[in-house]
């Protein structure tokens, strides 16, 4: 297994998904529509996925398969055309971001042999050590593009005080049911 820094590491892979649409509204910017007709625009969506071990092809193309399905059967998208996909390696990470949480395995932290408050601290430990390396990288990459937002972000999770389990002033990580039940450890913020 990688490592980063003592912690165990996984592959994270991004996707990508770009459309044109219908879209009766004025109220959008000039280039949503660029190439296109009167009253279509250009949508499109990305996310990341964490896995614990690398993926095959196929695991790739189904996941792709199961996002592409679910924005062509969305119906807040009129008359789908000109779409396009792709899933592709984005790095080996110990933690990834999600939508204003970051997460990462169970197994490289839980031990029989250690009481939770050790296993809890370890966690922050390495959280902190995560948050710490994207700092930099944050910084760099703002400092690349001054007028941009630059190629890495944290999503709030470098004000220490945001640091949160399931609700406000729950300390991390969360322990709400469906966290404990699955996999995966998160920290909220």
């Not at 189904?62 to 008359?79: G, R, T």
């Not at 933690?95 to 370890?122: M, P």
Request: charged letters at 30%; one cysteine or more; a negative charge.
């Amino acid at each position: 297994m990688k490592e980063i820094e003592g912690d165990p590491a996984y592959p994270i892979f991004s996707f990508a998904c770009r459309w044109s649409q219908d879209d009766e509204s004025k109220d959008h910017n000039k280039n949503w529509s660029k190439g296109l007709p009167e009253g279509r625009i250009w949508n499109s969506t990305g996310n990341s996925k964490i896995f614990k071990t690398y993926p095959t092809e196929k695991e790739l193309e189904e996941i792709l398969e199961l996002v592409d399905d679910q924005i062509k059967n969305n119906p807040k998208y009129k008359n789908i055309d000109d779409y396009t996909s792709s899933i592709k390696f984005k790095h080996f990470e110990t933690w990834h971001l999600n939508w204003f949480c970051h997460e990462t395995f169970r197994d490289g932290f839980i031990s029989q042999a250690e009481g939770f408050e050790i296993v809890y601290k370890n966690i922050l430990q390495s959280f902190e050590r995560y948050v710490n390396r994207n700092e930099i990288l944050m910084e760099q990459s703002i400092m690349e593009d001054p007028n941009g937002f630059g190629t890495i972000t944290l999503m709030g999770a470098e004000d220490r005080w945001r640091w949160r389990g399931e609700n406000d002033g729950d300390p991390p990580p969360c322990r709400c049911n469906g966290c404990t039940s699955s996999s995966m450890i998160r920290i909220n913020h």
